[in-house]
């Protein structure tokens, strides 16, 4: 059982950066993998970025490789999206999001339909 809010989200240059935070509430954040999706307007909402209960496996969107990183920091029961390199087919609504599962794997990672459990949203927005 956890609920989330992320914060962060703001317009920003192409070329720059920006960290994104999901903060969790409850006593059981490292029970559960978490993912950061997006959606821009008038699209689905995809996968972007994934992790492990115990942050030790991470897996990404081809779209982001290496210019995000997703991690967490159980102790604050926060997980982060640092994006560099912004470009603007960035800008989207990004949500965080929790899925139970008894270990880590890519495949059930990257599927929206896995997670029980979303944030708001928050707005990026990467001008050229």
Same mark, same amino acid.
């Given at each position: ?5 992320? &914060? ?5 240059? !192409? ?9 969790? $509430?409850?006593?059981?954040? +490292? ?16 996968f972007?970025? !994934? ?5 030790? #496996?991470?897996? %990404?969107?081809? $779209?982001?490789?290496?210019?995000? =990183? ?26 965080? !999001?929790?899925?139970?599962?008894? %270990?880590? &794997? ?7 339909? #896995? %997670? $029980?459990?979303w ?5 990026? =927005?990467? +001008? +050229?």
């Open positions: 059982q956890v609920q989330l809010v992320e &914060s962060g989200g703001r317009l920003v240059q !192409a070329g720059g950066s920006l960290r994104l935070s999901c903060a969790a $509430s409850g006593r059981t954040f +490292s029970s559960y993998a978490m993912g950061w999706f997006r959606q821009a307007p008038g699209k689905e909402r995809v972007v970025a !994934a992790i492990g209960r115990s942050g030790g #496996n991470t897996f %990404y969107a081809d $779209s982001v490789k290496d210019r995000f =990183t997703i991690s967490r920091d159980n102790a604050k029961n926060t997980v982060y999206l640092q994006m560099n390199t912004l470009k603007p087919e960035d800008t989207a609504v990004y949500y965080c !999001a929790a899925r139970s599962s008894p %270990y880590y &794997s890519d495949y059930a990672a990257a599927k929206k339909d #896995n %997670y $029980s459990y944030g708001q949203g928050t707005q990026v =927005t990467v +001008s +050229s």
